[in-house]
């Protein structure tokens, strides 16, 4: 975060949102050989077990979390609303103000008390705020925007932040990715005007001001302090890159020490399996799965198919 390079923490914040929800789901084998021991001496009566689980199930107290689903969709359903409202509060401005088409972009004018914005092609300001050069430096800061699309990164993340509300870090992201884009924006508006110090005294003339919209890019809403700190800063070197990649190996180092799965592989059909055929294939092997959400009808289930199809037979006790 403290590099200059503003596009390659843009593409790296992006892809790291469909990445969360991708993890997840990578899961590594772990193949542990076992000896099966017969317990059939210990339960006789499979349907007994199962309506007794049954019955203990239905005389459980009520618990807290139970309600957590329920608590979960309303957040949901809150934060969802909000962001409607804003919604809505942005196109009244957009359809209630002057517009006057530039080139690919549509400029707005309103008397509201509002922070220059841009919403897509939409560029939001009011004209009383600034005198001419001011107004000029904000509308370069804007253009960027526009030209580059942020508003579909906010819009991206915001929709991710509000079905993930309860996890504070989803809204540490979404600041990171809005003052990445501030910083983007800031290099390129400095970089078309003439003056780079006007442009820092601006920012600092008029960022004290907080009535912003939330999801959409404004002059104002990054740290001034940080803004400016950056558009001083020289230029990263490229060999800074590297910290980029260094991302892959410590994702793989998550994966194998945290998504990981047990496999339980019956010893003894392995070894006949290698006695009879050297080249061990798929169809010499049979895994038993066996994990939290294992439940009795599964293993009942997984064991009468392995009876019909392999004659193989196994007896399980629940502690």
């Given at each position: 975060?403290?590099?200059?390079?503003?596009?390659?923490?843009?593409?790296?914040?992006?892809?790291?949102?469909?990445?969360?929800?991708?993890?997840?789901f990578i899961v590594f084998n772990n193949y542990i050989e076992y000896t099966p021991v017969s317990t059939a001496t210990y339960y006789q009566n499979l349907e007994t077990i199962t309506r007794l689980i049954a019955t203990h199930s239905k005389e459980t107290s009520f618990s807290i979390w139970q309600l957590l689903p329920i608590l979960y969709f309303f957040g949901i359903v809150v934060f969802f609303l909000n962001f409607i409202v804003q919604f809505i509060g942005i196109f009244k401005i957009i359809h209630k103000s002057k517009n006057v088409k530039n080139n690919s972009f549509i400029v707005i004018e309103t008397n509201k008390d509002v922070l220059p914005f841009s919403f897509f092609k939409w560029v939001v300001y009011n004209p009383n705020l600034f005198n001419k050069n001011e107004l000029k430096q904000v509308l370069t800061h804007e253009k960027v925007h526009v030209k580059q699309y942020h508003s579909l990164d906010i819009l991206t993340t915001k929709i991710v932040a509000v079905a993930l509300w309860f996890n504070p870090f989803i809204w540490l992201y979404l600041k990171s990715v809005k003052q990445?884009?501030?910083f983007i924006a800031d290099a390129g508006a400095q970089e078309s005007l003439e003056c780079k110090k006007t442009y820092q005294y601006t920012l600092l003339k008029t960022g004290f001001t907080q009535q912003q919209i939330a999801f959409t890019n404004n002059f104002f809403h990054s740290p001034i302090k940080k803004r400016i700190m950056m558009l001083q800063k020289r230029k990263s070197r490229k060999m800074n890159q590297l910290?980029?990649?260094f991302i892959i190996p410590i994702l793989a180092l998550f994966l194998m020490n945290f998504n990981t799965e047990d496999v339980y592989v019956d010893k003894t059909m392995t070894t006949n399996s290698l006695e009879k055929n050297n080249d061990i294939t798929n169809e010499n092997i049979i895994e038993i799965v066996f994990d939290k959400n294992t439940t009795l009808e599964k293993l009942e289930e997984k064991r009468r198919y392995l009876k019909e199809n392999y004659n193989f037979d196994f007896d399980f006790e629940i502690e």
């Open positions: 975060r403290n590099d200059t390079f503003f596009q390659f923490n843009r593409i790296f914040l992006l892809i790291g949102i469909p990445i969360s929800f991708i993890i997840p990445n884009l501030e910290k980029y990649v």
